[in-house]
């Protein structure tokens, strides 16, 4: 099992910036790919981007390119996701996801998921 936490959420106004952090315990943690989603209300849930094992490489959906960065710290057992110039439409809760697949990403593949913490932006 792997337990995710995630942290950071909160509200901000347009153009602003937040950091989300995802801890995780359990399983070794660098054996898994990690990555966020979210789910504005009333919307189905999206991916927003991931990172592999090494956290040498990342991809990201195309609205959030640019303005989004996931990292991690291995040592740390801690995945990152960077917000940037934040717009009201990426209002939503954020959740950490692990799976061992990184390639394939989609609600059916992840594997564990945290409990989602909340993104508001608003003037």
């Known amino acids: 099992q792997v337990q995710l936490v995630e942290s950071g959420g909160g509200s901000v106004q347009p153009g602003g910036s937040l950091r989300l952090s995802c801890a995780a315990s359990?399983?070794?943690?660098?054996?898994?790919?990690m990555g966020w989603f979210r789910q504005a209300p009333g919307k189905e849930r999206e991916f927003v981007g991931a990172?592999?094992?090494?956290?040498?490489?990342?991809f990201y959906r195309d609205s959030v390119k640019g303005r989004f960065t996931i990292s991690r710290d291995n040592a740390k057992n801690t995945e990152y996701l960077q917000m940037s110039s934040l717009k009201p439409e990426d209002t939503a809760v954020y959740y950490c996801?692990?799976?061992?697949?990184?390639?394939?990403?989609?609600?059916?593949?992840?594997?564990?998921w945290g409990q989602g913490t909340q993104v508001t932006v608003s003037s």
């Open positions: 359990g399983r070794t943690f660098s054996n898994y790919a």
């Open positions: 990172i592999n094992r090494s956290g040498t490489s990342t």
């Open positions: 996801a692990a799976q061992k697949n990184w390639s394939v990403w989609g609600i059916e593949s992840v594997e564990y």
